[in-house]
């Protein structure tokens, strides 16, 4: 089986390499344990990395007419 390359900043290379360190573990194996754990890939995303729309509750409207919009005579 071939290996795989991935673009990853070298900042997240760095924490990447640390962590696995202090976990005693190769990157390969500290990776294939995210993977196992996580499940879904779905999954690893951070819920910060999703933004949340505001809603706004402006009660029952009735449809929009025209005279509604703009200031005609007639």
Not at 60 to 67: A, F, I, K, M, N
Request: glycine content about 10%.
């Amino acid at each position: 089986m071939t290996g795989m390359g991935l673009d990853i900043s070298p900042n997240t290379q760095t924490r990447l390499a640390a962590r696995a360190r202090d976990l005693g573990r190769s990157i390969d194996a500290f990776l294939k344990r995210l993977m196992n754990e996580s499940g879904d890939l779905a999954a690893c995303a951070p819920h910060e990395a999703i933004p949340e729309l505001p809603v706004w509750h402006l009660g029952v409207r009735g449809g929009l007419h025209r005279r509604d919009i703009y200031d005609e005579v007639g």
